[in-house]
């Protein structure tokens, strides 16, 4: 069986919630108050397997304070795809998502971009104390051709609304656009971004996807 490995950066202003909703993802867990900010860099890993391949999902936990982007955007490299988590009741982390795709832009080229318009449980209408978003779901929709972005997502690390389903499109990227048809060599184009870990002979059906 063959196992890739992809690099997926995750940036934003800083307490938008990227550690809480990585680890809702990875480990299924919200920490709640026991908020530790970011210092640099953290890493969270992801596996998947499918019927003939696994992907390897190594996130990259990226801070987002002012003071520390000299440092940080050297972590961008070799990215096979990036996410960018705001806060929805946060109108000033809304206005920075320009920048922060600017970046990567300018750093990676274009590459499957997702955005999370976290902390939706503090808007939704159940909230026992309910808040205003910053930004309207038509201009979150208006996003995607506006910043050249792959899709928007409304998302809450503390409910775990939409965070399976915002990375299952992750993760049906990775595998439909970067990895290789079985039998079939990866692009040199991609060879920096995907990692193969593990490679043994490949099924005499190659009409299939790797992962199907």
Known sequence: MTEYLYKVIVIGNHNVGKTAFLDRYVNNNFSGNNYKRTLAVDYQLKVVQRKRCTLRMQFWDIAGQEHTKVLTRNYY?????CIIVFDITNKKTYDDLK?????????????PT????????LVDKYSTDPRE???????????????????VFHVSAKTGYQVNHSMELLEQILMGVTIPRCGAPAETSQDDR??????????????KSCCG
Do not use: F, R, Y
């Open 77 to 81: 490299n070799s990215a096979s795809a």
């Open 133 to 151: 978003q910053c930004v309207d779901d038509m201009e979150l929709e208006n996003l995607k051709s506006t910043l050249n972005v792959t899709e």
């Open 114 to 121: 997702l955005i999370l318009a976290n902390k939706h449980d």
């Open 99 to 111: 920048e922060w795709k600017a970046e990567v832009d300018n750093k990676l080229g274009q590459i």
């Open 194 to 207: 995907q990692i193969k870990v593990d490679n043994v002979s490949a099924p005499s059906n190659s009409s």
